[in-house]
């Protein structure tokens, strides 16, 4: 099938590397130039794990190809797949529709013969109508529907999650495209389900899962606050709620908050969407609200534990906002980084992947090291802050050499605390 995916960024490039591996003949699209010059280049824009190997092979096996140009890209298509960023609203907090309006009035003129128009992004419901009314007002004689088709992939498992899906959502209100994304889907067929909802329905589906997972982590979170006050460790409640099948062992690990991309402003505009439709949901603001304290907290937890020192040096361990990317947006991290550097703190940061965009948004404010060790060096105190399975081998010995003070702010629960108290470390963890 020949595919056109508008957008390369997280989900983007990931699906259109996905469904040209599956066959298809993808081209992607982005109105970033110097993004499609590298991505044309041979040079992969993101870090994804597994990616960079198929991207070379499709584009090798001539399935996959890079353009700015809409022309191109839409007019041959069978199916064109709407992949651009839908970032909170500096005001109001709702999903900015800006780019999905831009690339709806955009494509419309070249749609060429029946196409459908997927709707990947995440998107308020309605928007299905709204791109649908303004591709006919820009091109009154295509002939075209408009499905929804919401995007679940894990960042940092991109490529696995296309591969291996907990499920499909198509939110398609014609037996025309939903035949369609059937043929694409069929490799799915009998291995995940797949489910043909209403297109508002697939909209909500988004949103609700989302704001839902937010609300779980926000809930082990303050379970952690109540154990470390109550004798018990969110460790073991967390095992032995886990095992519960109805509650389920994933989103169970406490930590400095849920960030990224997706959790913070989904959660948000669900919240404004709500509020539009006069509907109260108190879980999800409390999520809101707490997910905003709870990095506050972590960041004067780290301040407490070299409150007697004077120009304390701070080893930070991880920026991106979770293991297996190289993303900082909203990442807790960074927002931890923040509240460290409002209070004078001298940091010397490490993390695997995500140096680079850490630059990008707080510069020269702190130091970069090459590796976990060289960041502790002469240190006061190691904050880890990202669940990188590398800081996992934490050699104590090696680091008790290299810091000034032997104490570890642990806001992954990565490592383990009898292990670090055996070496001479103070250990604070999360929980206990
Ligand atoms: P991103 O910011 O990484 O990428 C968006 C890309 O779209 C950019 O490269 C931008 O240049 C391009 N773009 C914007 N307007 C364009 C236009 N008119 N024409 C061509 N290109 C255009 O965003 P992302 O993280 O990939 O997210 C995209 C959408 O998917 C969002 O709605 C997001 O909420 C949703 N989503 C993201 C994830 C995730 O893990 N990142 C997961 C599920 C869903």
Not at 293 to 303: I, N
């Amino acid at each position: 099938m020949k595919i056109a995916i508008i957008g390369t960024g997280y989900v983007g490039l990931p699906t259109g590397v996905g469904l040209a591996e599956l066959g298809n003949d993808v081209v992607c699209i982005d109105k970033n130039i110097d993004k499609i010059k590298l991505l044309q280049s041979g040079k992969v824009t993101l870090y994804e794990d597994g990616l960079e190997e198929l991207f070379v092979k499709n584009i090798q096996q001539g399935r996959l190809n890079f353009t700015s140009s809409m022309q191109e890209g839409v007019s041959r298509a069978d199916v064109v797949i709407i992949a651009v960023g839908t970032p909170p609203h500096s005001v109001t907090k709702e999903a900015d529709m800006q780019y999905i309006h831009a690339a709806a009035e955009e494509l419309a003129l070249y749609l060429d013969g029946y196409t459908v128009v997927a709707t990947k992004s995440t998107v308020p419901v309605g928007t299905g109508d709204v791109v649908e009314s303004i591709i006919r007002k820009n091109n009154p004689a295509a002939d075209f529907d408009v499905i929804s088709l919401p995007e679940f992939l894990r960042e940092g498992f991109a490529v696995y999650d296309f591969f291996n899906p907990d499920r499909i959502v198509v939110g398609a209100n014609t037996e025309k495209a939903r035949d369609i994304i059937k043929e694409l889907y069929k490799p799915f067929e009998g291995k995940t389900n797949i489910l043909f909802v209403n297109r508002r329905s697939s909209e909500t589906i988004k949103y609700a899962s989302n704001a839902f997972l937010a609300i779980k982590i926000h809930y082990i979170n303050e379970m952690a606050n109540f154990c470390e006050k109550s004798g018990a460790d969110i460790r073991e409640v967390a095992q032995g709620m886990g095992l519960d099948t109805r509650i389920g062992n994933r989103f169970l690990n406490p930590g400095p908050g849920y960030g990224g991309s997706c959790f913070p402003k989904d959660t948000m505009a669900m919240a404004y969407m709500a509020q539009q439709n006069g509907v109260d949901m108190t879980l999800i603001n409390a999520a809101i609200t707490g997910n905003a304290k709870r990095k506050k907290q972590m960041a004067q937890r780290v301040l407490d534990a070299v409150k007697d020192i004077s120009n304390p040096k701070i080893a930070v361990l991880g920026l991106a906002f979770k293991d297996g990317t190289d993303d900082c947006r909203e990442s807790p991290a960074m927002e931890i980084v923040d509240a460290l550097l409002e209070n004078n703190a001298d940091i010397t940061a490490y993390d695997p992947q995500a140096m680079k965009n850490a630059k990008l948004l707080v510069g020269d404010k702190i130091k970069y090291a090459d590796d976990m060790y060289e960041a502790v060096k002469e240190a006061d105190v190691v904050a880890i802050l990202t669940e990188w399975k590398d800081f996992k081998n934490f050699d104590f010995v090696k680091a008790s050499a290299l810091m000034k003070h032997k104490n570890i702010v642990d806001c992954r629960n990565l490592l383990c605390p009898e292990t670090a108290k055996n070496n001479g470390f103070k250990y604070q963890g999360i929980g206990k």
